[in-house]
């Protein structure tokens, strides 16, 4: 196994240093783990500036897979919060360093964080659901410099919090995020699959079904498991029904990555 999606205390939302997660995951025999701490140009939230300090995160990757070469590979990983106002600060956060893989993801909308109330007060569900995905396309559409897409459906969770009983992508919607999966693919990208649904208790698995589904009919191969994981219990948790689920639906492999590149694992041998 191995799991794409992890932070240390290097995140604003974490308090956990980077030996404890990968002590944890050799404990619980991870082939590979890959460190992805959150970097959010402009994000409007004093508290949380999820801004990285870049000389520093790379010495802690560094320093990491230096520490614990025998037991496990530790990729070079960010999350990317990719937003239209400060696409070339996002492009810059993305070349200045080398990265083995870069989770593109959408954690605020014109402004407005995603999990914060103000995002859904006044819409409908379907204002709420259009306007998240035809952000992210208009941005797909531009912005290039990354991996895979983080947790596509994010706004699934936090519309089911404010709004519940709302229905969740809806034919309508189903057919904006048909247009940004095609981009992805076009451009060689990817999605994730975060297990982090399971702990939310999201009624939704991240992406949905309906949405592994389109992707895997459109052609989409590249998916990479992650689990989102702020402190070590949660590394790799819930990944056996994970890759049951993408294997079911078709997917054969899931991908790992180096400088950028994905490598193909297939998933029976996980
Ligand atoms: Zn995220
Ligand atoms: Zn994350």
Redesign the pocket.
């Known amino acids: 196994m191995l799991d794409y ?1 992890i ?1 240390t205390n290097m995140s604003d939302d974490s308090d956990t240093p980077y030996t404890a997660q990968a002590e944890r995951a050799i404990r619980l025999g991870l082939k590979e783990i890959c460190f ?1 701490d ?1 970097h959010d140009p402009d994000y409007t939230d004093p508290d949380f500036p999820f801004l990285l300090d870049f000389p520093k995160y790379h010495n802690m990757l560094e320093e990491a897979a230096e520490r614990y070469y025998k037991d496990i590979i530790i990729k070079r990983g960010m ?1 990317l919060g990719i937003q239209s106002s400060c696409l070339d600060k996002c492009v810059d956060s993305a070349r200045n360093y080398h990265y083995d893989f870069i989770i593109g ?1 959408f954690h605020m909308v014109s402004g407005v964080p995603v999990d914060f109330k103000e995002f859904y007060e006044g819409k409908s569900s379907l204002e709420v659901q259009e306007e998240y995905y035809n952000y992210m396309l208009e941005c797909v559409k531009e912005f290039k410099d990354y991996s895979v897409l ?1 947790h596509i459906n994010l706004v699934d969770r936090y519309q089911h919090l404010y709004m519940p009983g709302e229905p969740l992508n809806p034919p309508e919607v189903m057919e904006i995020i048909r247009e940004v999966l095609k981009i992805v693919i076009y451009d060689g990208k990817g999605i994730e699959f975060n297990t982090s649904a399971f702990r939310y208790r999201t009624p939704v698995t991240l992406p949905t079904t309906e949405i592994l589904k389109m992707y895997k009919e459109l052609g989409g191969e590249i998916i990479t498991l992650g689990s ?1 994981a702020h402190t070590p219990e949660y590394i790799a948790l819930n990944f056996r029904e994970a890759a049951d689920l993408i294997g079911t639906l078709g997917f054969r492999y899931v991908c790992s990555f180096t400088e950028m590149q994905p490598d193909f694992i297939k998933v029976e041998h996980l």
């Open positions: 999606h932070h992805t959150h999350e993801s983080g989102d």
